[in-house]
């Protein structure tokens, strides 16, 4: 394991003009207001993405006709200032990556902290013991797989 | 005759994506690659050239063996595309707060 190349953390900041509770509220509740569903979903048309207020809960789109897509499972929920994600977009079963979200008060408004992580662990469970599952990647590649 | 395409076309193949996890603890051979899939030894050097003419994988002789591994340039591409991809969505995002949010004018 000791020559293994992964993928590094990948971190971005940024800083809203918005309280913090805010900040949190769109960024989960109101996520089908920012992100690029056009881009990166499972289904064609998306009517809303879902994230279950809990640890142990689902965050999933749903599409125009009613059928659920399953992005991840959240395994820490600490509103308003931090969630964390086990990130498998198209397949529960497949070996998650981790996304960590974090809300921080500053400068007036939230300093929103992300860090997607556990790259390492797509390596450490090798293909061989899912071949029938997709695999790790698909979550990264979502549905820039199903454009080309 | 495959020309040289982006590393994430060459990952729209769920074999080469098991290949280039499997990869990702370390060198292997095609034998070694090919023990744990359900393909032939010959689907996987093919699938290993395409990964390779990408720039994800190079390869090298240890002794009679040729070894696989992971290139970190185009491991370096893909790193940058998810980092590009999360500069987008947190921009769209950033908007939708910031629009939403009724004292948000500064």
Known sequence: MSDALVIEIVRKTITVDCAVEEAFRVFTADAISWWPVESHSIHQSVAEIVFEPRAGGEVYEVSESGERGHWATVLEWDPPTRLVLAWNILNAEAEPTEVEVRFLPGDGGTRVELEHRGWERLADSGAEKRANYDTGWDFVLGEYVSRI | VQTNGHPLDALGDPTRRQIFESLQAGPRSVGDLAAGLPVSRPAVSQHLRVLEDVGLVTHRRDGTRHLYEL????????????????????????????????????
Do not use: I, P, Y
């Open chain 2, 71 to 106: 290139d970190s340039a185009g491991v370096g591409v893909l790193r940058d595309w998810v980092d590009g991809f999360w500069s987008e969505a947190l921009a769209r995002f950033k908007a939708a707060a910031e629009n939403s949010s009724t004292g948000g004018s500064s």
